[in-house]
């Protein structure tokens, strides 16, 4: 009976296994397959952005930059044009070129222009390269810009001695009136060929980072003769030249000429925004490993939105008195870009009602002739250096009247002088 009994229980539970679903065997996952050799250390080495992608969609690999312009997130292509690229490319295998203007962040209104170029590299992946062009776009956009305000500019000098060329053939029997028109016309003629002039020295100063002509300048002598050459231009206003340490540390290595001409342009063009009976101070020292020359006014000064403008080409604060005074809008881009060639920087400081003072820095040179220390990386006009209250940069005198003091001071006899630009 017990026997029966124990047989029964065993039938029974082999029957109930039995009645129970099998456990399946584990489905085997195929790996991705592997990147083609070396993609990773091209992609590692590239100036542009890589991206990935296999057939499925996903981003296999991304770099950095891929992904800080937003293009990536995760795993995912979130651009809706790039992704779209790469699906054609998919497609069809043929390689496509795109550019797309992007958002620079999730706020704020920075755009950058991308360029894209995505090719297919076997085994059904994607690979789309990524470069930033924001700015080529903007070197192109300038350039642009300069043809056009050229030609404007030039088609007033040019289109002003046309007239007068008429009104000379009308008048031939007046010589009174010819002898009128000759002379705006001979005042035209140096506007336009001041113009030429400027328009090809600026050029020449934006295509080449390396000075040809290379000697120890001192910078003083070069500030003094700037004065010199402009004060039968300053008419009723009075310019001098002061210097505040001994000429041997006032030294930097460079072009003479250009140096000369960068303090001119400064000084011509306080000339233009000053009153008669005001003072221009031209101050040269050395702060540290630099050698300054600060040009200061007593003129209207420059409103503070003019004042992150006033060094690009063709931009002026007051556009009727410059070209009444002769300007060409070139002067302190000119300024501008032979301080940068020199290694220097340029800085305004300025308050409405009371002047401007522009102000080079250059690197000084030591015993060896060689010049120490560089300028701030900063741009110009991008941090304005306000001299100290009631001090003229680089002297302690007396006050003057509105705060801004001066300090007599002895310079060369005039010469003839050559005018410069105006803001």
Not at 110 to 127: C, E, F, T, Y
Not at 209 to 238: F, I, Q, S
Request: net charge negative.
């Amino acid at each position: 009976m017990a026997v029966g009994l124990l047989l029964a229980a065993v039938v029974w539970w082999v029957v109930l296994l039995a009645g129970r679903p099998q456990a399946q065997p584990p489905v085997p996952v195929e790996d991705p397959p592997a990147l083609p050799e070396g993609v990773l250390d091209v992609l590692s080495v590239l100036r542009s952005g890589g991206i990935v992608v296999d057939r499925s969609g996903t981003v296999r690999t991304a770099s950095a930059s891929a992904v800080a312009f937003g293009l990536v997130r995760g795993r995912d292509v979130v651009h809706d044009d790039l992704r779209q690229l790469v699906t054609q490319v998919q497609q069809d295998g043929v390689i496509r070129e795109a550019e797309y203007d992007i958002a620079r962040g999730p706020v704020g209104p920075g755009r950058a222009v991308v360029g894209a170029r995505v090719a297919p590299i076997g085994d059904g992946l994607v690979l789309a390269l990524v470069e930033d062009r924001t700015q080529a776009r903007r070197v192109e956009e300038v350039r642009r810009d300069f043809v056009v305000n050229v030609s404007h500019e030039l088609k007033t000098p040019v289109g002003g001695l046309a007239l007068l060329a008429e009104a000379v053939e009308d008048a031939a029997d007046d010589p009174v009136a010819v002898a009128r028109f000759a002379g705006r016309m001979k005042k035209e003629t140096a506007r336009l060929t001041r113009l030429v002039s400027e328009i090809v020295d600026l050029s020449r100063l934006q295509t080449k980072d390396v000075l040809d002509r290379m000697v120890v300048v001192d910078v003083a002598g070069c500030a003094e003769e700037a004065a010199d050459h402009t004060r039968l231009l300053a008419g009723e206003r009075e310019v001098v030249a002061l210097t505040t340490q001994a000429r041997d540390r006032l030294r930097v290595y460079g072009d003479p000429e250009l140096i000369t001409t960068a303090v001119r342009n400064l000084i011509t063009n306080a000339i233009a925004y000053s009153d008669d009976g005001t003072r221009i101070s031209v101050v040269t020292r050395r702060v540290d490993d630099l050698v300054e020359v600060s040009v200061t006014d007593q003129g209207r000064g420059i409103p503070v939105a003019d004042q992150e403008r006033i060094f690009e080409r063709f931009y002026r604060v007051d556009a009727a008195r410059s070209r009444s005074t002769g300007g060409t809008g070139l002067g302190l881009s000119i300024v501008k870009h032979i301080c940068a060639n020199h290694g220097g920087e340029v800085t305004v400081w300025s308050k409405e009602g009371q002047g401007s003072t522009f102000t080079l820095r250059l690197p000084a040179v030591v015993g060896d002739d060689r010049p120490v220390g560089s300028a701030a990386p900063h741009g110009p006009g991008q941090h304005p250096v306000e001299p100290p209250s009631g001090e003229l940069p680089g002297d302690g005198a007396r006050p003057r009247a509105d705060g801004i003091p001066w300090a007599p001071s002895t310079t060369a006899a005039p010469t003839a002088p050559r005018k410069g630009d105006h803001r």
